[in-house]
């Protein structure tokens, strides 16, 4: 049983360059959140998606950032004209159904550096 | 949002139980306890929940006060692999209940 898989783990990017991060849920999961951990803090939430829809993007900051979830393929965070402040490790957890306190299942996280 | 206070470390021996602690006296009455730990650069991985009553499973057990205000993490035989920080987390019933909000946890060190 593959869980939820994060690519890739380590990621370095200048300022100014995008950085894409890529989230694959578990088997049978349509339901997917994005965190983020800025060092020494713990994780915020950022954005919940299902399948082609964004759910709840209210953590997430207005400019630069985006995410989506298509019908085929990962789920996507992007991250425009990066800067210093966006090192962080960035999860994605995925569930079964959505809300209902309904466990999630975390991948391991990309670790995004910015020189 | 109601909060939860945790120890900032604990200490515990291999193959001794462990018990974590959470004060939550702000809890509302439809709010669940939830629990993850996250394993040195990993990501964090759902322990136990529960609502009213005690729970059970094979990673742990959750005993919830009378008055829910606290609760209590039980590790029944603590391993090496235990070693992890542990956050207690409430969620409400409906809603955004999605929003997990990780504090700073209980980091548990546990020796050999």
């Known amino acids: 049983n593959a869980g939820v898989m994060q690519n890739p783990r380590h990621l370095v990017r200048r300022r100014g360059q995008e950085a894409r991060l890529r989230c694959s849920p578990m088997k049978g999961h349509s339901h997917v959140y994005w965190y983020r951990q800025l060092p020494e803090e713990g994780l915020k939430f950022m954005v919940y998606l299902q399948k082609e829809n964004i759910i709840d993007e209210s953590g997430m900051p207005k400019e630069r950032f985006s995410a989506e979830f298509p019908k085929e393929g990962p789920s996507i965070l992007r991250i425009q004209q990066v800067v210093r402040g966006d090192s962080a490790a960035y999860f994605c957890?995925?569930?079964?159904?959505?809300?209902?306190?309904?466990?999630?299942?975390f991948g391991d996280g990309t670790r995004l550096s910015i020189l | 949002d109601a909060k939860t206070t945790q120890p900032n470390s604990m200490e515990s021996n291999e193959e001794e139980p462990v018990h974590l602690p959470c004060n939550h006296s702000t809890i509302s009455g439809t709010d669940y306890i939830h629990w993850y730990r996250q394993l040195p650069s990993q990501g964090p991985e759902y322990v136990i929940h529960g609502l009213t009553s005690n729970v059970n499973n094979r990673m742990a057990s959750l005993a919830i006060a009378e008055d829910r205000k606290s609760s209590t993490l039980i590790l029944h035989r603590a391993t090496l692999r235990d070693a992890a920080v542990y956050y207690c987390i409430l969620s409400p019933s409906g809603g955004s209940n999605y929003k997990l909000t990780f504090g700073k946890g209980t980091l548990l060190t546990v020796n050999p």
């Open positions: 957890a995925s569930s079964p159904l959505g809300g209902d306190n309904q466990p999630q299942h």
